[in-house]
């Protein structure tokens, strides 16, 4: 009986040190895991419309420093019934190419299963992102100047330039996103 | 032994279901999750919605109505005068309805005669950029509240959403929102600019509507509509518009004009096929019957780009009176909101730097023609769009950050 308990007790220790160990890893590797995402290492499409990862105010400059070139991001709300059309311009040029710079989608005001429900819409998404913390503060971290209307949309090029337009891009910045490949 | 280790088990077994259970801030997580819709990475936490209406009830009493951390209908109210005491929260009977209380899409009350008040809100449905008009209608003052009822008769699952509603002066509910049922059929070759502007009207206090009525088409899809009554009582309504097919400037008509009787009132001229997510303001000027107006854009100012905030006021049939244009002396004002009693009008706005927001006033006292600047309130971290609330000569801000409704009485 003796044996039993300590073997429960072990048993027992063992769960909880691994509950504990998996939350303290959750915790300290959020944003590496996030920055892994960004890094290239998006999912493939099927899952990338299941899932939805968090964006804070670091992950812009990580993005733009680490993430795939060329790539690009529109940022969306849920209640922007313009985005969908802006992002297929986005993915009508790039649908026929041999290898497709990712498209994001960034989320700004729902997370979530409420952020997913609009990832239909955005037909082509590499992956969706949600804004994670105060939205103010992480629009300023993509663009001071950017005065929160949408779609906003940030095209990276080969090198890591990037042009920025409020709307659907122009025929002009997207040539010059996939010359510059 | 046997004693000790039973009594280290049971330890290690409670201490083992205590990390199991999700702590408090998670629940909604966990509740989300367990819906059929879509599964999530994202756990980490939920943004609160802060979205809030403000009132001041006929009885001098300031009233607010949002949702708590559970998601529930609250209201409650303090009396103004003196230190602000918010009174318990009371949670409303919203059914299982779920409830819009971020940025331009909030929660409402409003108080009419006959103590009637309402309480209404955009439902989101499942399919995305959908929604019904709810509405909470109480005959005693607020002190008790119906079940929750949709507004309009149109019940198709599409864009019913960022209501405005207001009493007029002979104590008629008018109720105002953005549809989308003069969309063509998907696929159709057929193309309609924006959205709709639909409005129906109460008699009773909200106990029975007249049937939806269109106040215009092609308005933006995503903007609040601002709201007025002129000298007469009658409400008048701005809201953003898409002019020919894609400049999106202002538009101002009588609430209950014929259909697309409308006064373009702003001439940004901003050609964008977009959703600003910000909507006008709209003010009586007594003095004129005018009104002051204050909204979002971004028109061209020597060949660039300039977003700003701008004011103006309006003659009474909703022109723009071109020499009263101002820019408000923020760059990164947000969200203006404007009232006006006699010659005194006040502006309020939001303005964030990083994770740092101020409350900003400009208050005239000679009908716009002079404005003083003033620094109302800071906040860090999650807050809400400055509300005001005005009864007569009396106006103060609500804004509301995470811990509460903050009041700050507008002094001129």
């Known amino acids: ?71 690009a991001y529109l940022f969306t709300t849920s209640y922007c019934s313009t985005c969908p059309a802006a992002f297929a311009v986005l993915h009508d040029a790039v649908k026929n190419r041999a290898a497709k710079p990712p498209l994001n989608a960034v989320m700004m005001d729902v997370s979530g299963p409420q952020a997913l429900r609009h990832a239909r819409h955005f037909k082509g998404m590499t992956q969706m992102y949600a804004f994670d913390g105060f939205e103010p503060a992480i629009r300023q971290a993509v663009d001071p100047n950017w005065p929160n209307v949408t779609p906003y949309v940030v095209l990276v090029d080969g090198k890591g330039h990037t042009q920025r337009v409020i709307g659907p891009p122009s025929p002009d910045m997207l040539r010059r996103w996939l010359l510059a490949h | ?32 999750a367990a819906k059929p819709a879509a599964s999530s990475q994202h756990a980490r936490h939920q943004r609160p919605q802060l979205a809030t209406g403000a009132a001041i009830a006929p009885d001098g009493r300031l009233w607010v109505v949002g ?64 929604g019904f008009i709810r509405m909470l209608r109480s005959s005693d003052g607020g002190q008790t509240f119906s079940a929750p009822f949709t507004v309009h008769q149109d019940r198709q699952e599409i864009t019913h959403r960022f209501e405005s509603v207001a009493f007029d002066g002979q104590g008629v509910l008018h109720t105002l929102w953005v549809d989308k ?54 409400l008048q309504a701005t809201w953003r518009h898409v002019f020919d097919g894609q400049t999106r400037d202002h538009a101002f008509a009588s609430v209950g004009a014929p259909a697309n009787r409308i006064t373009r009132s702003t001439h940004d001229d901003w050609q964008i096929n977009a959703c600003p997510h910000h909507g ?46 101002r820019v408000l002396p923020d760059a990164r004002a947000e969200h203006a909101d404007v009232m006006a009693d006699g010659q005194n009008v006040a502006v309020v706005w939001r303005s964030s730097e990083g994770a740092q927001t101020t409350l900003k006033a400009w208050l005239s006292t000679d009908s716009g023609q002079n404005f003083t600047l003033k620094t109302l309130g800071q ?34």
């Open chain 2, 67 to 130: 949702l708590n951390a559970q998601a529930q209908l609250f209201v409650q109210s303090t009396s103004l005068g003196g230190a602000v005491q918010w009174s318990e929260a009371r949670i409303l009977n919203t059914g299982s309805d779920p409830i819009a209380a971020d940025g331009e899409s909030r929660p409402k009350i409003v108080f009419g005669p006959n103590g009637w008040a309402v309480i209404s809100y955009t439902m989101p449905l499942a399919k995305p950029y959908t």
């Open chain 2, 1 to 32: 032994m046997n004693i000790l280790n039973r009594w280290c088990a049971l330890s290690i077994l409670a201490v083992a279901i205590l990390c199991a259970l999700p702590p408090a801030g998670a629940q909604n997580t966990a509740k989300e």
């Open chain 1, 1 to 71: 009986m003796t044996s039993v308990f300590k073997n429960t007790a072990v048993a027992i220790c063992t769960a909880v040190l691994g509950l504990s160990a998996s939350a303290a890893w959750a915790q300290v590797h959020h944003h590496a895991q996030q920055h892994a995402h960004l890094q290239g290492q998006a999912a493939a499409s099927t899952r990338a419309q299941r899932t939805v990862l968090p964006f804070d105010e670091t992950s812009w400059a990580h993005a733009l420093q680490h993430g795939p070139r060329p790539a």
């Open chain 2, 379 to 412: 906040a860090t971290g999650y807050n809400d769009h400055p509300r005001l609330a005005q009864s007569g000569a009396r106006m103060v801000v609500v804004w509301r950050n995470t811990q509460e409704p903050q009041v700050h009485d507008i002094r001129f």
């Open chain 2, 280 to 325: 006008p303001g709209l003010a009586l000027n007594a003095g004129t019957s005018g009104y002051h107006t204050v909204w979002f854009g971004i028109r061209k100012v020597n060949g660039q780009d300039q977003p700003a905030v701008r004011y103006a006021r309006l003659n009474a049939q909703g022109e723009p009176l071109p020499e009263t244009l």
């Open chain 2, 181 to 234: 049922r003069d969309q063509p059929p998907k696929g159709s070759a057929q193309k309609y600019a924006g959205a709709a502007i639909y409005r129906n009207e109460s008699q009773d206090g909200g106990q029975t509507f007249g049937s939806d009525t269109k106040v215009a088409d092609h308005s933006c899809e995503c903007c609040r509509i601002g709201l007025a009554r002129n000298p007469q009582g009658q």
